[in-house]
């Protein structure tokens, strides 16, 4: 089975506070040809400039301070992957907003990672690039 290509223009936003997880999921990424920005916290990703062009967060969901499930509450029709150290909680799960399109348990299993990626921009309408071409942003 192939997976459909994924446009190079697909921008993430990574953020994860733990070096170990964000470094090697930032190289993962830029090889697969996906555009990152990775910060190391939420309060970070709020001050980053590209994050108005990014198509889909990829976010630690605890995070010291604002958490990644707060973080997502905070931009609604951005698509989020949350991901964790903590085991599934469907509770958790339940509470969070729709546009939290995953929540995955780390360490993350890098060519599902992609596959969950390209489906959260899928169900957000595409890449930003894309929706601009179709109208659907405007």
Do not use: C, N
């Not at 697969?32 to 976010?59: F, I, K, N, Q, R």
């Not at 509770?91 to 489906?119: E, G, I, M, Q, Y």
């Not at 690039?129 to 659907?136: K, L, N, P, Q």
């Amino acid at each position: 089975m192939s997976l459909k290509p994924f446009p190079a223009a697909t921008r993430v936003l990574i953020v994860e506070d733990s070096a170990v997880f964000r470094v090697p999921l930032r190289a993962a990424l830029v090889a697969e040809g996906y555009t990152v920005v990775a910060v190391d916290s939420a309060e970070a990703a709020e001050t980053v400039p590209e994050h108005e062009a990014v198509d889909v967060v990829l976010s630690d969901l605890g995070l010291p301070g604002m958490d990644g499930s707060a973080l997502a509450a905070r931009h609604p029709g951005v698509p989020f992957v949350l991901i964790t150290g903590s085991p599934p909680d469907r509770a958790l799960d339940a509470a969070l907003p729709p546009w939290v399109t995953s929540r995955l348990v780390k360490p993350v299993d890098v060519p599902h990672l992609f596959a969950v990626l390209r489906a959260a921009v899928e169900a957000g309408g595409g890449t930003r690039e894309e929706r601009a071409v179709t109208g659907i942003d405007q």
